[in-house]
């Protein structure tokens, strides 16, 4: 079973920031927070991952509270491209080496 | 670097048959992952290779199910005696492994219809 809680469906603005949470309550020490997100009909797109701190890269920005216990992931300037399912996904790169993907949060960027 | 490759994009065939898909991954990406995802879900994970191993399977890879990466580059899944409930989106993925990072990319996948 998954490790994460996301709600099922968001809206958010063309042009706005977009602001996912994702609930991780039983994260341990060494598991990272990634975000996938997969748009209509195509495999899952890599967003981000990160540990404890704070990660940025050109697709989106990952915020961890200082507990673990949750995460934000934010898409700074939404574009009607962004529309998609996101995943987030808590994983220990010691132990298995799968995803276990929940249902994931619907996106839908409205212009 | 030109992602992760999967061949057919889509498959339709009748209940019973044999199919085969085809994963090229990511050029010296040591890990080789196939998932399965069926419509309104996640990937649900299949089976990992490391190299020309495979290490791990999913309770989900019945019998009919066979996977393999003779050399440890392109990998094959073939389903035989194929079911409508195998209708779904076959997904695989890759990632450098160890020291070169765990992050998986994912191919644009391969659609299967059983009719």
């Known amino acids: 079973d998954a490790k994460t809680t996301q709600p099922t469906s968001m809206d958010c603005a063309e042009g706005r920031a977009a602001n996912l949470p994702c609930n991780h309550s039983?994260?341990?020490?060494?598991?990272?927070v990634y975000w996938y997100r997969q748009i209509h009909s195509q495999g899952p797109q890599y967003i981000i991952h990160g540990l404890k701190n704070n990660e940025t890269n050109e697709m989106a920005s990952l915020i961890i509270t200082e507990d673990r216990k949750s995460s934000t992931l934010i898409l700074p300037h939404a574009t009607l491209r962004d529309t998609a399912v996101y995943y987030c996904i808590v994983r220990d790169p010691g132990g298995a080496q799968k995803l276990v993907f929940g249902q994931g949060t619907r996106l839908t960027i409205n212009p | 670097d030109t992602g992760v490759s999967q061949d057919p994009r889509h498959k339709i065939t009748k209940r019973g048959q044999n199919v085969t898909f085809r994963c090229d991954p990511i050029?010296?990406?040591?890990?080789l992952y196939w998932y399965r995802q069926t419509l309104g879900q996640g990937p649900e994970f299949l089976t990992y290779f490391q190299n020309e191993a495979q290490l791990e399977k999913s309770r989900l890879l019945s019998d009919r199910f066979s996977a393999e990466r003779p050399k440890g580059s392109f990998s094959t899944l073939e389903i035989q005696r194929t079911e409508q409930g195998d209708s779904a989106m076959y997904l695989c993925?890759?990632?450098?492994?160890?020291?070169?990072?765990?992050?998986?990319?994912f191919g644009p996948g391969t659609r299967l219809l059983v009719l």
């Open positions: 050029s010296e990406h040591n890990r």
């Open positions: 993925a890759s990632s450098p492994g160890l020291a070169g990072g765990e992050t998986q990319y």
């Open positions: 039983t994260i341990s020490g060494n598991e990272y």
